[in-house]
């Protein structure tokens, strides 16, 4: 089945921690709110930073969280030079490179309005207002073959806590208390070429744009402290104008062994993200958060089926590449907002 090679890039929640830095490194914290409740029936954010100004806390390339290049002290900083009030920040964002034969180095070039970091491989830019650019040449990552058994597919993967423990973690209060929860990006395909060649499967050779939140048991002493569920939006899929044409579409991550659940693209859009044209994806989650933890519990992938034990643990997007496609894609005015009930 074509939703098979989705595989998500964090192998547990704890890939999404921002840890401390080196010494050398930023000293100041971003300023976030620790109680996300306060005033939340107006709405709250529950993304930090979502115009990206703090940089990212960066891994070098590599496969799995447990290779030695994929180690703590292996972090780095990027920063872009557009925000000096935030040089000396610690970044809220992590940055994963999985898979791909290249590392950024720390320092960006101006890249029009923007700061870029690029390789011969892959080049993310950081614009103002918000403005992310990923592109990526799966002829270079994978050498002009498609390698369907290479275990770790090139990705690059942007991740934060929210509720979950770490450096910037903040309390939302548990699903049962939230009437809403509304999500928003705007996404364009700039330039996607799927460079198809012989051997390609459309079962397994993709290149997909998802944005993962976790919807994780964080209360303490609850049974299942710590699973989650994976609720996946799909703003883009090379394959399907429609990502995710299906209700109740869910799998099990071969990665984490936890429940994947697909919303529903027409619940978010009626655009084409294959347009070439900025398209909005929004709207509320809450449901469908909820609905993956009745369908986790019931496979026995959860131990809790309790709403009151689960929050937004954290979230990643980026790009999973696993055919040899040449694309560069775009996200803006990236929003996770809670409303609280009455």
Same mark, same amino acid.
């Given at each position: ?83 000096? *009030? ?97 999500? *928003? ?19 397994? *050779?993709?290149?997909? &744009?998802?944005?993962? &939140? ?101 979230? *990643? ?26």
């Amino acid at each position: 089945m074509a939703t098979q090679i989705r595989r998500i890039a964090f192998a547990t929640f704890v890939a999404f921690s921002l840890l401390a830095l080196p010494s050398a490194a930023a000293e100041r914290l971003f300023p976030v709110s620790q109680d996300l409740q306060k005033g939340s029936t107006n709405g709250v954010e529950l993304i930090a930073d979502n115009q990206f100004e703090t940089g990212f806390s960066a891994t070098p390339a590599c496969n799995s969280p447990e290779e030695k290049e994929c180690a703590d002290n292996t972090r780095y900083v990027l920063k872009s030079p557009a925000f000096p *009030n935030m040089a000396d920040v610690k970044p809220v964002w992590d940055l994963r490179q999985w898979g791909s034969r290249s590392t950024f180095g720390a320092v960006p070039i101006k890249y029009g309005e923007g700061y870029a970091w690029i390789t011969p491989d892959k080049r993310l830019v950081v614009y103002p207002g918000g403005r992310i650019e990923m592109a990526v040449s799966g002829e270079s990552e994978f050498g002009g073959q498609y390698r369907n058994e290479q275990p770790s597919k090139p990705s690059l993967i942007a991740g934060q806590n929210i509720a979950a423990p770490g450096l910037y973690h903040r309390d939302t209060g548990s699903l049962s208390g939230m009437s809403k929860l509304v999500f *928003n990006v705007d996404f364009k395909k700039d330039y996607d070429d799927q460079n198809r060649k012989h051997g390609y499967d459309p079962n397994r *050779n993709a290149m997909i &744009f998802p944005v993962n &939140f976790t919807v994780q048991n964080l209360k303490d002493g609850s049974e299942g402290y710590g699973q989650f569920v994976w609720l996946q939006i799909n703003p883009y899929d090379d394959r399907n104008e429609v990502a995710v044409s299906k209700q109740d579409q869910e799998m099990t991550d071969m990665g984490t062994s936890m429940s994947i659940y697909f919303v529903p693209t027409s619940s978010l859009t009626s655009g084409n993200a294959h347009s070439g044209e900025w398209v909005n994806f929004r709207g509320d989650i809450l449901p469908y958060a909820i609905r993956s933890i009745e369908i986790a519990y019931r496979k026995g992938l959860l131990k809790s089926n309790d709403i009151s034990d689960y929050k937004i643990g954290g979230l *990643n997007i980026g790009y999973e590449l696993s055919g040899l496609n040449i694309a560069t894609l775009q996200i803006r005015n990236l929003s996770l907002k809670m409303f609280s009930k009455k």
